[in-house]
């Protein structure tokens, strides 16, 4: 395991999830990571209607007064089917995956690919 977040402390994990998706993601690239937090959907409003479909799963951490949270997105390697296939929301999940970025929009954004629930 290459980072290995659930063995920090919440206020270290945090910090470091903070570094990985911020401050030096080019570090992390390639690296096997392993997070534990709540488990999370993204999905998309269109003209102020929720769309049923998620668009991305996420791993949610939280600091240590869970006032500040930042979501580790991951794709799992698995050909699953949401709902069925994942937690509920809400649900505390250990994830581990491989971090690497992806473009979307003229955006850079990072994600765990290859990803399963341990």
């Known amino acids: 395991m290459d ?17 990985m998706l911020y401050n030096d993601p080019a570090h992390y ?3 096997t990571v392993k997070a534990k ?3 999370s959907i993204y999905q998309l409003v269109t003209d102020g209607v929720l769309q049923p479909d998620p668009v991305s799963y996420a791993c949610i951490i ?6 500040c949270a930042e979501g580790m997105e991951f794709v799992l390697k ?3 089917a949401y709902p069925d296939d994942y937690p509920e929301l809400g649900a505390e999940i250990t994830v ?4 690497q970025s992806y473009e979307e929009n003229g955006m850079t954004w990072y994600h765990l690919v290859n990803a399963r629930l341990a």
């Open 78 to 80: 698995d050909d699953l």
């Open 96 to 99: 581990i995956g491989e971090f």
């Open 3 to 19: 980072v290995d977040l659930t063995v920090l402390s919440s206020t270290m994990v945090y910090s470091e999830v903070y570094n």
């Open 29 to 31: 690239l390639g690296k």
């Open 37 to 39: 937090g709540t488990f």
């Open 62 to 67: 939280s600091d240590a007064a869970a006032c």
